[in-house]
């Protein structure tokens, strides 16, 4: 494809975070080397606080959504617009990001070879943005274990050769537009968590692979959205990391692995209880329960701690 006809749909999606993704938005006005459509989704936020986004950022179609939907709907009504306005390639990009100038161009030059089709960058901490948040993700099959690989570290260079990876991170993930008509959009079974995981697993399915380019590079404020800890991300985590587990895990690990998280998600409820931590518990055992009843989509349950809805660290 002739780069000069290249026109990346960027998906934002906010939550109530109208600082974060104003910070957002203004970093990638900094972007001049690449034609750019934002379309930002509002997830149910207060309405006055998007009408200030949409008036500082014209540029920027904003789409509102009349509840929070999740991060895998979200982004899925981003797609669907990116496809009506016929974009080459569709990015997508947490709110609570800062992203280089140049950093889409050694990404685009990825996907014009043919060594993948989806594509992400070195992806660094903020305000500590010497440290690594994500360079490539991988998944350990015998152990259920996904990790981010320099998760922590601090950079030397010790990541910097583009390498095939299991999984690039939703939190900026950049595929050819036909890619994202051919895999589907993200699965809004899991609302939350995994959904990206299962996205790059059956993108892999149909033959693509999924590329880590270093000479790409962006920062993370890390999971300004969902507070870690919380009884909402609890839930999703117990039951959507099962449910990845029966789709994707290979036959004969898949008994193994579904025995084994469920043993663990209740022994940590268990843990969880004995610390007086009540509505945690009870998310991580309603987690388990409604994966084997088949119940997925948003969290029925409402929990004494308010919780966000966007969390982008899978691990564990």
Known sequence: MNQHRELVGVVVLNWNQEQDTSECLESLRLVRDQP???????????????????????????IRLGENRGFAAGNNVGIERAFQEGV????????????????????????????AGVVGPKIYHHPDVTRLWFAGGMIDWRTGRQWHLGAGEIDHGQWDNPREVDYITACCLLAPARVFREVGGLD?????YFEETDWNLRARQRGYRCWYEPKSRMFHKVSQAMKGGSPTADYYYARNRLLLFLDHAPMLCRPFLLALYTLRSMRFAWTQRRRGLHDNARAVTR?????????????????????????REHTG
């Open 188 to 192: 809004e079974r899991y609302f939350i």
């Open 88 to 115: 080459s390639h569709i990015l997508l990009l947490n709110n609570d990001t800062l992203v280089e100038a140049g950093f889409l161009a050694p990404m685009l030059e990825v996907l014009r070879g043919d060594r």
């Open 36 to 62: 750019l459509r934002v379309f930002l989704v509002d997830n149910g936020s207060t309405p006055d606080s998007v009408d200030r986004l949409e008036r500082r950022f014209p540029e920027a179609t904003v």
């Open 287 to 311: 987690g388990v329960l409604d994966f084997y009843a088949g119940r997925f989509g948003r969290c029925p349950l409402q929990f004494n701690r308010v919780p966000a809805m966007q969390p």
